[in-house]
């Protein structure tokens, strides 16, 4: 059975590098791994995608392992504006079904 | 900067009726998608929708849910015959090609509540 799991929350403080991991399997041989962010009332909002190895934009980085089996989004020096729900998206694919698989989110709380 | 759009904001409705929401995808995007998120819950995919037709479903997505492109900008979500549990945000997205592929584009969502 399709799994993706990320941990609950995490705290940080400013200026502090945080790794966020999503753990999936089943992931469909072909499709990316997305990361999104979501504040409260509002739609997530794309943060970074990759296929594998690293990926880097002017916000994140993103790890991913030989087996895909898992993803870690890197935030570099987080403020408190990165308080939010993160989200990572997969595409599993179980018995020939793809479904768009967002993962459970994980809550980052900034403190100062 | 390009944005979608949905309608409306918050939608109240008895248990049995039937509810339309709507959305305004990116011009120029072909790929459109519609999501669920339960209070303090995840975001749980519904649908996609390419070339005027679903791509691919959830298992949430079950008869009673439907989407039509009535035009060349709309595209809408119908639950035929609510039920308490269908009360969520319901966030429409658009992407320029497959998910998979490329970032997804969300509204800022339809607080539904069933009563």
């Known amino acids: 059975l399709a799994k993706t799991t990320q941990p609950i929350s995490m705290d940080s403080y400013e200026g502090q590098e945080v790794n966020i991991t999503c753990s999936h399997n089943?992931?469909?041989?072909?499709?990316?791994i997305t990361w999104y962010q979501q504040f409260p009332s509002q739609g997530p909002r794309f943060i970074i995608q990759g296929y594998k190895t690293k990926v880097t934009n002017e916000v994140a980085s993103l790890f991913i392992p030989a087996d895909r089996k898992s993803s870690t989004l890197s935030l570099p020096r987080v403020s408190l504006s990165d308080t939010a729900v993160y989200y990572c998206l997969v595409v599993h694919s179980d018995t020939g079904r793809r479904a768009l698989t967002f993962g459970s989110g994980t809550r980052l709380q900034v403190q100062p | 900067e390009p944005e979608v759009t949905q309608t409306p904001s918050h939608q109240v409705t008895q248990m049995g009726q039937e509810v339309i929401l709507r959305c305004v995808p990116i011009s120029n995007h072909l790929y459109f998608y519609w999501y669920r998120q339960i209070l303090g819950q995840k975001v749980e995919f519904l649908v996609s929708?390419?070339?005027?037709?679903?791509?691919?479903k959830s298992e949430i997505f079950d008869d009673q849910f439907s989407v039509e492109r009535p035009d060349g900008s709309n595209f809408t979500l119908k639950i035929r015959s609510t039920k308490l549990e269908d009360s969520a945000m319901y966030f429409c997205?658009?992407?320029?090609?497959?998910?998979?592929?490329?970032?997804?584009?969300f509204g800022p969502g339809t607080r539904l509540t069933v009563t």
């Open positions: 929708f390419y070339n005027n037709e679903i791509s691919e």
């Open positions: 089943n992931i469909a041989t072909n499709d990316y």
């Open positions: 997205a658009s992407s320029e090609v497959a998910a998979s592929r490329n970032e997804q584009y």
